[in-house]
């Protein structure tokens, strides 16, 4: 795997620019892939990866930078839970990790950089050299990923039976009688203006 300078230069430059949470995903990641065996994520390892991360915020950036993977490849999966956290399987050995950036981390940050008065610069360079466990928790946990939602070709394609949108990778649903898309099933979150 790459060092850790070169992976957040890479994140950066996805992400736009070096914050705390920048180092975060970078560092959750290089975690993450080293416990689960995966040393070439962007290479020889790509189609035995899969991430699931937990918030949509700056360290998410990072993660897919460092990772490879990304939703448009079906290989990263957000769920919506607005936790600092993703989790990284080994589609070959299904053994995966969940690491979550501990909340104490901020505070500690003022002990490993005590003279940088700006609370976001303070963070970032004390997230660079923090022990991973004061950064971070680590859990070993078990993830079953159903086929639907794996990489590859979509498995069914449907057209909803009142809008006539397509609907693929089983996100239908049977509701009265019809087959249709979640928007016209339970309400879309926009609204045609004509």
Not at 65 to 87: E, F, H, P, Q
Request: hydrophobic residues 35%; contains cysteine.
């Amino acid at each position: 795997m790459e060092s850790f300078d070169v992976l957040l230069e890479r994140s950066t430059t996805v992400h736009g620019h070096t914050c705390p949470g920048q180092v975060i995903g970078v560092r959750m990641s290089m975690i993450g892939l080293e416990a689960i065996g995966i040393h070439d994520p962007r290479g020889l390892d790509r189609k035995k990866l899969y991430v699931l991360v937990e918030i949509d915020r700056c360290a998410t950036d990072a993660v897919q930078s460092v990772t490879g993977c990304s939703l448009g490849k079906r290989s990263m999966r957000w769920i919506d839970y607005g936790v600092m956290a993703a989790t990284f399987v080994n589609l070959d050995t299904g053994k995966a990790v969940r690491v979550v950036a501990r909340e104490e981390s901020r505070e500690l940050s003022k002990k490993y950089c005590p003279e940088i008065e700006h609370k976001y610069k303070q963070q970032l360079e004390a997230y660079r050299v923090m022990p991973q466990d004061e950064l971070f928790t680590v859990t070993e946990v078990a993830i079953e990923i159903p086929k639907e939602d794996m990489p590859g070709k979509p498995l069914k394609r449907v057209q909803c039976e009142d809008c006539g949108d397509w609907v693929q990778d089983c996100r239908d649903v049977e509701k009265d009688n019809k087959i249709l898309c979640r928007g016209c099933a339970n309400g879309k979150y926009y609204q045609p203006l004509q």
